[in-house]
């Protein structure tokens, strides 16, 4: 089954991923990380690829975003 969500600002994050959500939101980069995401893949992913990205490609994701290393943390 997947799941489509409208906005990234429905999304709820889970685990190590809450993190670099929050980071991401916080930085206002939200609208950026949406289009980053359509951008990769056009036909959607799940949330649990969505969250699996947020957790393991962090410092890819902090990098594509143009987040500082004082941003990050």
Known sequence: ?????????????????VSTFETIE?????????????ELYPDGISETQLNDILWVEEDWLFEQLGLSEEEEH
């Not at 089954?1 to 991923?17: D, G």
Request: hydrophobic share 45%; charged share 35%; glycine share 0%.
């Open 1 to 17: 089954m997947k799941v489509y969500i409208e906005t990234l600002r429905h999304f709820q994050p889970w685990s190590r991923a």
């Open 26 to 38: 916080n930085a206002e980069k939200l609208d950026d990380l949406e289009l980053l995401i359509e």
